[in-house]
Each structure stands twice: as structure tokens, then as C-alpha cells.
Nanobody, 121 residues
Framework: QVQLVESGGGLVQAGGSLRLSCSASGSIFRINGMGWYRQAPGIQRELVATITSGGVTNVADSVKGRFTISRDNAKNTVYLQMSSLKPEDTAVYYC???????????????WGQGTQVTVSS
């Protein structure tokens, strides 16, 4: 069993900052890629940022320069530092991790439960 638990969402004014955290726990051999996605009402879920186990990042153009993804491999945790927030950043943010549970076996995608981020104008 693997769980991803997110924290750090909330309500913030435009121009403000928030930091999201997501920790993975359970039967884990190795965590490969981790990332953040978001979904606003009526809109398809979209990639925000991803990070490999080696620290290589990929950030969506819409948040580049404002959001930073990082991870602590020792804690099985990924972070999303969000700055200069805009009302259009309002969405439910989901954590994702690609996890191998055993040394010989496939990796699977796991998702957190989602955390609401609301940016008021």
C-alpha cells in the first residue's frame, strides 16, 4: 500500500505565495519521477511541474518563473513553491509519483487526494 498525502493549500490574495508539500509513504522501493498537476472546474487536468529523482525539472510555461518544484529524496517528499500567484492559478492541485514497490517489478503512478488553492483578486 502506498499513500501520497498533500498539504499546504488554501486561500491567498493575488501576488501572494503558498508552498505545497506531498509525502509518500508505505511499501516503497524507489520513487522515480514526482510532480504536480492541477485541475480547475470544467478544465482538463494539466501538468504544472515535474522533477526526476536526479533533480531535473520540467515546468509548464504558464507558471515558469513563478513556481519552483523541489524534492527531498530522504523524506520521499516533493514541494511546490508558488509565488506571484494569479487568480487563474486557482485549482485543485494533485501530487503524482511514479513508484516501484519491489526491486524487480514495474513502476506505477500514484496520486494524492488533491489540495485546493484559491487565489482571490
Amino acid at each position: 500500500q502506498v499513500q501520497l498525502v498533500e498539504s499546504g493549500g488554501g486561500l491567498v490574495q493575488a501576488g501572494g505565495s503558498l508552498r505545497l508539500s506531498c509525502s509518500a509513504s508505505g511499501s516503497i522501493f524507489r520513487i522515480n519521477g514526482m510532480g504536480w498537476y492541477r485541475q480547475a472546474p470544467g478544465i482538463q487536468r494539466e501538468l504544472v511541474a515535474t522533477i526526476t529523482s536526479g533533480g531535473v525539472t520540467n515546468v509548464a510555461d504558464s507558471v515558469k518563473g513563478r513556481f519552483t518544484i523541489s524534492r527531498d529524496n530522504a523524506k520521499n517528499t516533493v514541494y511546490l513553491q508558488m509565488s506571484s500567484l494569479k487568480p487563474e492559478d486557482t485549482a485543485v492541485y494533485y501530487c503524482n509519483a511514479r513508484i516501484k514497490r519491489v526491486i524487480i517489478g514495474p513502476e506505477y503512478d500514484y496520486w494524492g487526494q488533491g489540495t485546493q488553492v484559491t487565489v482571490s483578486s
